[in-house]
């Protein structure tokens, strides 16, 4: 991966308005939907994905990947973990 500053600014500040290919883009409106509203996630999300590019093995490993972060962060945030600076 090309090491791009003022994307990854654009990613932190919001990811909607950085400059993207329509398949990342599919796939973090995924990730942030499964993120804050996962309950709301339906069948047609996953379609979309598929629609973009993805097959159903890559699906997955979006959906664990998300799983996991939120997993990990509730944990630390439950322990009263600090965040490290960087």
């Known amino acids: 991966m090309v090491k ?16 993207l290919k329509p398949r990342d883009r599919a796939m973090l409106d995924y990730v942030a939907k499964l993120t804050l509203t996962p309950a709301s996630v339906a069948e047609e999300d996953v379609q979309t994905l598929r629609d973009a590019g993805f097959d159903d093995r890559a699906v997955l490993d ?23 600076d960087y």
């Open 62 to 84: 979006i959906a664990l990947i998300t799983s996991y972060f939120a997993f990990v962060n509730r944990v630390a945030d439950g322990l009263g973990v600090a965040l490290e």
């Open 4 to 19: 791009d500053e003022q994307l990854v600014a654009q990613l932190k500040e919001d990811y909607t308005q950085a400059s």
